[in-house]
């Protein structure tokens, strides 16, 4: 019987917890198209709820099918025949700023190439990253995952700014995982 007060506790300590930060949506797992339609749906509604500018809504939902999909296509931990990755997806608003946390395994030597496609990005004016993501439609290529390397200039246009980032060695040492948060700010003057 203790064991399950204990577990209560915890599980109203986290609830707790993730509250204080505002955050309304998390999840683990895989990510398909119908778990990424769900969670763009739920999230909408606590827009909805939260009664945000419809600029904002939208620059919101961008940025969550963004991370999204930038996480089904490029996480080492990927099924390519169901086209499903797997990962950690949190979504919440505090002192308003919304934050969409992504986090998914990645091959320690695909770290390197990441890391310096996210600093040049972060190293961007606006116009110059609007004159990179067109060029990036014009002459980029697909990966074999489907991807053309526009989700990470995207996000960066539409918040106006630096994508926060972090890489965590698993225990494996092989593999780490890339964990990015990006803040969407719900009034006009911090954008």
């Not at 999840?27 to 939260?50: C, I, L, N, Q, W």
């Not at 950690?88 to 390197?112: C, H, M, P, Q, Y």
């Not at 060029?135 to 074999?144: V, Y």
Request: with cysteine.
């Amino acid at each position: 019987m203790s064991a399950d007060i204990n577990f209560i506790k915890s599980v109203l300590s986290l609830h707790d917890e993730m509250a204080s930060n505002g955050f309304s949506l998390v999840y683990e797992g895989e990510f398909s198209h119908e778990v990424m339609k769900m969670f763009t749906s739920m999230a909408e509604r606590d827009m909805e709820k939260s009664n945000e500018e419809k600029a904002v809504k939208r620059k919101v939902f961008h940025v969550m099918v963004e991370c999204l999909q930038n996480m089904t296509k490029h996480s080492d931990d990927y099924d390519t025949d169901d086209r499903i990755g797997s990962g950690l997806f949190i979504v919440g608003k505090k002192d308003s700023v919304w934050n969409v946390i992504t986090a998914n395994k990645i091959l320690n030597e695909r770290i390197e190439e990441l890391k310096s496609s996210i600093d040049h990005i972060n190293s961007l004016t606006k116009e110059e990253l609007n004159a990179l993501y067109k060029k990036q439609i014009r002459e980029g290529s697909l990966s074999d995952r489907g991807g053309a390397g526009l989700g990470l200039i995207d996000i960066a246009r539409k918040t106006g700014r630096k994508l926060d980032y972090q890489f965590l060695p698993l225990e494996d040492k092989k593999n780490y995982f890339f964990l990015l948060k990006v803040k969407i700010s719900s009034t006009k003057d911090n954008n």
